[in-house]
């Protein structure tokens, strides 16, 4: 691996890490999204099936896949940016189908799509810090511990007549909460 591939990798490493704890739920996404790929990609290198590396194209095109999607789920303009950069490393993918001599070529390009990837990734993330968005982590967390009186309401049993029942929203029939009344006798 040349000097530029490894600095692509820590750059990389850099961008999705910074995504993850800075910016908003497209860009979490995206790293998380990134990351896997990383993954797959690391895990599926070797596999080299007829002379061409068929997995790879798979997981890039996975890959083009999801962020097609998150252009359209997100109101934001770097997924457009990623996508056409995905879809050039596609189409070089397709390139080296035809003409495997070119293999070299294309992996230059390939890490300077990278680049343009992840520098992308990190201008949408400053782009979101500037406006003064909150990060996506900190509201996370915040709306998972808000406990908020309708919600402490279903966790809390209710007890009526020496039963507990799940939900304080259905009252229990008075046929289950009175005991039965048995006639007495007075004999």
């Known amino acids: 691996m040349t000097i530029w591939g490894v600095a692509g990798m820590w750059l990389g490493f850099l961008a999705y890490a ?8 497209a860009e979490r996404l995206a790293a998380g999204i990134m990351i896997l790929h990383c993954l797959a990609t690391v895990i599926t290198f070797k596999w080299v099936i007829d002379g061409h590396h068929s997995p790879r194209m798979i997981l890039d095109g996975v890959r ?3 962020f097609g999607w998150l252009c359209f789920r997100s109101n934001r303009w770097w997924p457009f940016v990623v996508l056409a950069a995905l879809a050039m490393m596609s189409g070089l993918h397709i390139v080296t189908l035809f003409e495997p001599t070119l293999y070299m070529a294309v992996a230059s390009a390939f890490v300077g799509l990278g680049y343009l990837v992840d520098l ?9 810090m500037l406006a003064g968005e909150p990060p ?9 511990d808000a406990v908020t009186p309708p919600r402490r309401q279903r966790k809390r049993p209710v007890r009526r007549s020496g039963r507990i029942l799940s939900g304080a929203s259905h009252p229990a029939p008075p046929c289950l909460t009175s005991p039965p009344s048995r006639p007495t006798s007075d004999a």
């Open 18 to 25: 910074f995504a993850w704890f800075r910016g908003g739920p």
């Open 64 to 66: 083009l896949l999801f």
């Open 120 to 128: 992308t990734l990190m201008l949408g993330v400053g782009e979101r």
């Open 136 to 144: 996506a982590g900190r509201a996370a967390w915040a709306r998972s």
